[in-house]
T-cell receptor, first 111, second 112 residues
Framework: QQQVKQSPQSLIVQKGGISIINCAYE??????FPWYQQFPGKGPALLIA?????SEKKEGRFTISFNKSAKQFSLHIMDSQPGDSATYFC??????????FGTGTRLQVFP | NAGVTQTPKFQVLKTGQSMTLQCAQD?????MSWYRQDPGMGLRLIHY???????DQGEVPNGYNVSRSTTEDFPLRLLSAAPSQTSVYFC???????????FGSGTRLTVV
């Protein structure tokens, strides 16, 4: 049973375009929603995170949009660059400290 | 600071063998976790710990044991390796649950 559902599995975007990755969750107890970025051969690294008391958080070209009523959150990468090509994971947790990940999205940005 | 160090980086085991994957962190983090990464499955939580002497099961704990005798170390033991345990294993640590986890570089395990 996948607690955090992520889509799409893969995404191809032209340089300068907007990349959008979506996640949905069922457990309303989740209260922390991070996104991780992983390059081939490396461990994931924290990219940006949001709490459910805000609807949007922006850091540079990366924005998280959060819809609490729909139990959905998404990552937007503006002005996508070839260097953004990586696998992106959404995740969620609550006070048990279990950080649960989505299945990942492989992003390829072509020049 | 070395961050999170995992050893070995690569390992081949025969079915039925046992082994321990090592994980050490030098950031004085209380929270540590083990994940396995399989194609199309994302990162699945095996076991986690919120401090020395405290461990709990994650999503896929069967076939794995952990212990946390010190803050720095969180080894993962495979009791009797099976081909289904072929995967990339990541150890991660964090100051708290609402801070980002720092991941190690992974251990690629093949069970034949």
């Amino acid at each position: 049973q996948q607690q955090v559902k992520q889509s799409p599995q893969s995404l191809i975007v032209q340089k300068g375009g907007i990349s959008i990755i979506n996640c949905a969750y069922e457990n309303t107890a989740f209260d922390y929603f991070p996104w991780y970025q992983q390059f081939p051969g490396k461990g994931p690294a924290l990219l940006i995170a949001i709490r459910p008391d805000v609807s949007e958080k922006k850091e540079g070209r990366f924005t998280i949009s959060f819809n609490k009523s729909a139990k959905q959150f998404s990552l937007h990468i503006m002005d996508s660059q070839p260097g953004d090509s990586a696998t992106y994971f959404c995740a969620a947790n609550y006070n048990t400290d279990k950080l649960i990940f989505g299945t990942g999205t492989r992003l390829q940005v072509f020049p | 600071n070395a961050g999170v160090t995992q050893t070995p980086k690569f390992q081949v085991l025969k079915t039925g063998q046992s082994m321990t994957l090592q994980c050490a962190q030098d950031m004085n983090h209380e929270y540590m976790s083990w994940y396995r990464q399989d194609p199309g499955m994302g990162l699945r939580l095996i076991h986690y710990s919120v401090g020395a002497g405290i461990t709990d099961q994650g999503e896929v704990p069967n076939g794995y044991n952990v212990s946390r005798s010190t803050t720095e170390d969180f080894p993962l033991r495979l009791l009797s390796a099976a081909p289904s345990q072929t995967s990339v294993y990541f150890c991660a640590s964090s100051y708290s649950r609402v801070y980002g986890y720092t991941f190690g570089s992974g251990t690629r395990l093949t069970v034949v």
